[in-house]
């Protein structure tokens, strides 16, 4: 299960040493040393999880994760903060901020990836090699293969990953512009058209088996994988 990770943490050498062990931990790295840097790259691109340090130097870690749970595009990024403190009533805060995890320094790199992986599982199922299967549609992340009624799917590598995302998240209307954020990373500089393009070489590959309805256009909103006609 690789991610991209946005690591906010000031300390250059407790920085340097996380994101090794995510690194080799087969995981993508994008590094800030300040609130402000951290929002600049999300504002980029939304990264897969956020592991946040809660003692940066002026706005905190706190701050990060507030302003992210407030704005619709960055609500459900996992977050996971990182505290030298131990105290009871800030694991609280933490918490209240909305982070969906707490780690307390020092840790160690197998207890940050065991972390990292139980908080994706919850939050991100479509980051899990975990196979989905829904009405005969089967994906398997581990393998790359997908399969309508037992016969092999051939999909693109982009139509591959809008699928797994679709049947990691059924029956909710995604707009454009969050299938781009969420399935091409990048809703600046891909125009909405892409994803309709997209679509339309998963709905014709899914065709032979009939489960091309499984996605459905909302209209003037967006799509949804459903299994209700
Ligand atoms: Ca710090």
Known sequence: MAANILLVEDEPA????????LAQAGHHVLRASTAEAALTLVRNALPDLVLLDWMLPGASGVDVAKRLRADERTRHI???MLTARSDEQD??????????DYITKPFSPRELLARIKAVLRRRAPQMTDDAVDVQGLRLD???????????VIDL??????LLHFFMTHPERVHSRAQLLDQVWGDHVFVEER???VHIRRLRSALENTRHDSLIQTVRGTGYRFSVQQ
């Open 14 to 21: 407790i920085q340097e040493l996380i994101a090794f062990n």
């Open 141 to 151: 992340p581990v393998t790359h293969r997908v399969t309508g009624n037992g016969s």
């Open 194 to 196: 892409t994803v309709d």
């Open 156 to 161: 693109g590598p982009t139509e591959f990953r």
């Open 91 to 100: 694991k609280v805060t933490g918490l209240e901020t909305g982070a969906d």
């Open 78 to 80: 996992p977050i996971i």
